[in-house]
């Protein structure tokens, strides 16, 4: 996948032991949760919260997540996470994310993060607060 917008959000994370499989190498669905730390971190540095969002009538769905395996993480190893937003369509933000190894800067995973939105009234909608993201 290459990623041709300015990354907007990066931080940094370490796989933890229990995070791997037998294999020694991090679970696949682990992954998943270090994309969606990363999000919530990155709406944070833009001063919002999932949960504030929540309360305010805008509920944030994932509705598609394409997710591209490239090498494994193992215990201890040191990582990043960059995100990058794209308004895929009307309603759809789409998180553009990348994990990278710290030391090597191997590339572990491409990943597209399709999300919408809807009122508290269960309607499709773009509040500004997800403009603004872009």
């Given at each position: ?8 959000f990066t931080t940094t994370m370490a796989v933890r032991d229990y ?87 191997a590339i572990i995973m491409d990943a597209r993060i399709i999300t ?19």
């Amino acid at each position: 996948m290459s990623v041709d917008m300015t990354t907007v959000f990066t931080t940094t994370m370490a796989v933890r032991d229990y995070e791997c499989d037998m294999q020694g190498v991090v679970n696949n669905a682990v992954y998943q949760h270090y994309l969606e730390h990363a999000r919530h971190e990155f709406l944070k540095s833009r001063g919002l919260d999932f949960a504030k969002l929540t309360e305010d009538g805008i509920i944030v769905v994932v509705v598609r997540a394409e997710l591209d395996y490239r090498r494994s993480l193992r215990s201890g190893d040191a990582f990043t996470i960059s995100v990058t937003t794209k308004h895929e369509s009307r309603l759809r933000l789409t998180f553009v994310q990348q994990i990278v190894h710290a030391r090597t800067g191997a590339i572990i995973m491409d990943a597209r993060i399709i999300t919408t939105a809807v009122s508290a009234a269960g309607k499709p909608c773009f509040p500004e607060e997800l403009a603004a993201l872009l």
